[in-house]
């Protein structure tokens, strides 16, 4: 034995490694190192208080206070002992705690942290395994311990078993493990896997969901992921209701080729039913959904987005949704289209359903299968001075409609074609841009005097002329009160009017209608419209719209459109489509209700009006409010809707819904939101949402009560999710159903 003087750099093979200590000891092929020993190569850092380095077989073994780096791919760990082979890069280490950096992927409903994951063990080992390509990963084994990204020593979640085999950038495999929340063991799983990779997808079991309700009993769930190949995944997830049955849930995504894409979404429940009494009510059904999208080539595109439902009842049932419970409608369109200088071209299949009533059959249906649709916007055929635009649209189609009251035969077809020719004036100021245009269509079915539907085709012309008029506008600059902020605001106060004028339509309530095609009608009317607007200017010349107001109304020269009102019944026309989307004419009547459109969006508040004032009736018929406030963690929102018209134009309503909370999904402590929305008219609290979460900087808990009372469902539902930070959250409260 013989003592050396300190050789920093030592050569083995063609890599450099360099050692370094307080003592440097040398028997043979086998260097000691004693007191702050440091090996470092390109890959790695070893430090210990001891450490014996054999150069032949390129083994080191640490003792005392050791602690190692992976610089590659950043794992930090301290041991008691390791054994490490340089070559191969494999060791072992006892009593290892160690950390590996956070893998965030940031994406809407994950709980995400910086925190590295932390994990202990009685004994690890780090080997390497070669790829099909020939490149080497570095593998981690844990032996009896656990891993966490909370912050230690007192992690709020930790993963506690046997064994964990990590690749670091692959993925994470834990066998037998207890996830314990504060201590508290919540679920077992015989095998969890996790993937490590920027853009994961793997198959296996997904976590499982428990939660109960007052209307379905207790609820399980699990389901499985089926990577099938680079291009396609399949997801079913089975829920099982105690006192109902099964549900299923089928997903399942593809990218054909580097143009395409679909994505098929499936529900479904097998229901046993509920018994009231002596009589069971039974709501089986399905909800399917099918999205779709795809470049064909020379220009062409294809779209798709297909809703069914079997039935409105099955929806009322067992949605999860309020806001889809109360959705009497599904809309269901495809279409190929294609756009070249100022044409577009598309060929377009369209399926619209109105559930009137849960009732099987109180529904009305309109489909057009197939419809083809030819047009131009506008093109300028003349000078600059004095532009002349030529433009026109054209469909032709098979359309079929079914309610209770009647029902078209499978296949109605229906031609339409409408050129129109515009121009453009201006003069100080004021713009007037007049318009003329022809419509011709033909439809293979009628209704007769007695609204029955004949197998008889008729043809409708009409005509139409239009001169708008936009006057100048008119502003005033000044500056903005202290208490608003300063700064400079221009008031601006824009107004409008236009004529116009359609003729040549006879046989208006002879025509079946299927869309807003069919809704042309005679009609002389002036429409006038004011606009004020306000913006404000702050010190560093930001321009901001903080206030508009907008009111119109039309004056109607003929009160009957030309015969096509019928007093006493619900009509809807082109003028009023145009106007509002509220129904106003069940008679005669020479004036609209006036429009009116109020915003205003200062710093921290969003306000919005929408009404419609009828002079006839001397009230609003109908009025929308909401209001939208957002300020540090807190959120308030209002909004409150009713209709006072008549029982022929549309059911009177009076709904009042509003949101409130503090924090949001990421932050830390405790955070809390509610929703609920209230029927004045039948007295009715019909839906209440409550949630409270607590975050922890690793982890976090939801508990959110639920209260369904609409139609013949009153229930009551509490949901529970576990966030873990950065891998995701399990339980029954799914992230499209919480309030944050």
């Known amino acids: 034995m013989n003592t050396t003087a300190p050789k920093p750099v030592i050569r083995v093979a063609s890599d ?136 230690i020593p007192d992690p709020a979640w930790i993963l506690k078993g046997p064994k964990f085999d990590i690749i670091p950038g692959e993925r994470a495999v834990a066998y037998n493990t207890f996830y314990r929340l504060k201590g508290v063991p919540l679920f077992f799983s015989p095998v969890f896997y996790k993937s490590l990779k920027r853009l994961p997808r793997r198959s296996g079991f997904l976590m499982p969901n428990i939660g109960n309700s007052s209307r379905f009993g207790f609820m399980l769930g699990g389901g499985y992921y089926w990577a099938i190949n680079r291009s396609y995944d399949l997801m079913y997830r089975g829920q099982w209701f105690t006192t109902r049955g099964l549900a299923s849930t089928v997903d399942f995504r593809g990218k054909p080729t580097q143009g395409s894409e679909f994505n098929f979404y499936l529900y479904g429940v097998n229901d046993n039913g509920t018994t009231v009494g002596d009589t069971t009510y039974k709501y089986p059904g399905f909800f399917a959904q099918f999205n779709g999208k795809a470049r064909l080539g020379k220009g062409f595109n294809a779209f798709s987005q297909i809703n069914y439902l079997s039935s409105f009842a099955f929806r009322q049932e067992f949605t999860q949704s309020f806001f889809e419970a109360i959705s009497a409608e599904t809309h269901s369109v495809a279409y190929i289209e294609k756009h070249w200088s100022t044409f577009g071209l598309y060929t377009s299949y369209q399926r619209d359903v109105n559930f009137q009533t849960t009732t099987e059959g109180d529904q009305v249906l309109l489909r057009k299968l197939p419809q083809v649709q030819l047009l131009s916007r506008d093109r300028n055929v003349a000078s600059e001075k004095l532009p002349v635009y030529v433009s026109f649209d054209s469909t032709f189609g098979f359309l079929h409609r079914n309610q209770p009251q009647f029902q078209t035969q499978q296949y109605v077809d229906r031609a339409d074609f409408q050129p129109r020719i515009s121009t453009a004036f201006h003069l100080k100021g004021f713009t007037l841009i007049p318009s003329f245009s022809v419509r011709g269509t033909h439809y293979g079915a009628s209704f007769s005097p007695d609204r029955q539907v004949l197998d008889q085709g008729i043809w409708r012309n009409s005509r139409e002329a239009i001169a708008e008029l936009m006057f100048p506008s008119v502003a005033k600059i000044g500056k903005m009160p202290k208490l608003f902020g300063g700064g400079q605001y221009k008031h601006v106060v824009e107004a409008r009017a236009s004529v116009r004028h359609s003729a040549g339509v006879r046989d208006f309530n002879q025509v079946v209608l299927f869309d807003s095609a069919d809704l042309v009608a005679n009609s002389t009317e002036v429409e006038v ?56 004419l069940d008679g005669t009547r020479h004036y609209s209700p006036i429009v009116s459109s109020f915003r205003l969006q200062p710093n921290r508040i969003g306000v919005e009006w929408r009404s419609d004032y009828d002079p006839m009736r001397m009230r609003f018929v109908n009025s929308t409010l909401t209001a939208d406030s957002r300020w540090s963690n807190y959120y308030l929102s209002a909004g409150h809707a009713q209709i006072r018209s008549s029982d022929i134009l549309s059911p009177n309503s009076n709904q009042f819904r509003a949101s409130a909370g503090w924090g949001n999904e990421n932050r830390r402590g405790i955070n809390v939101g509610a929703y609920a929305s209230y029927d004045y008219r039948v007295k009715q609290l019909q839906y209440v949402s409550v949630q409270v979460t607590k975050n922890w900087d690793c982890c976090g808990v939801s508990v959110q009560y639920r209260k369904f009372d609409f139609g013949t469902r009153q229930e009551n539902q509490f949901r529970v999710a576990f966030a873990v930070a950065n891998i995701g959250s399990f339980g029954t409260l799914r992230r499209q159903e919480r309030l944050f």
Not at 21 to 47: C, F, H, S, Y
Not at 132 to 143: A, M, Q, S
Not at 535 to 542: A, E, L, P, R
Not at 562 to 579: C, E, F, K, Q, T
Request: charged fraction near 35%; proline fraction near 4%.
């Open 16 to 151: 450099e490694l360099l050692v370094r200590a307080e003592q440097q000891i040398n028997e043979g092929p086998v260097w000691k190192g004693r007191g702050m020993v440091e090996i470092r190569t390109n890959d790695m850092i070893l430090r210990a208080d001891e450490i014996d380095y054999d150069r032949d077989r390129d083994y080191a073994e640490a003792r005392g206070n050791v602690h190692f780096e992976n610089l590659k791919s950043g794992e930090k760990m301290d041991c008691e002992k390791a054994e490490y082979q340089l070559d191969k890069e494999t060791g072992r280490f006892y009593k290892p705690k160690g950390t590996s950096p956070a893998k965030i992927d940031a994406r809407p409903g994950l709980l995400v942290t910086s925190n590295p994951f932390y994990f202990e063990g009685e004994w690890a080992e780090k080997l390497r395994e070669q790829k099909k390509d020939g490149t080497f990963l570095d593998r981690y084994v844990l032996h009896n311990g656990f891993v966490t990204d909370c912050k």
């Open 529 to 584: 419209s004011l606009t004020n607007r306000l913006y404000t200017k702050d010190k560093t010349g930001n321009v901001k719209e903080i206030m508009s107001w907008e009111l119109w109304q039309r004056r109607y020269l003929d009160p009957t459109f030309g015969g096509a009102i019928v007093p006493g019944r619900r009509n809807v026309v082109d003028s009023s489509v145009g106007l509002t989307p509220f129904a106003f």
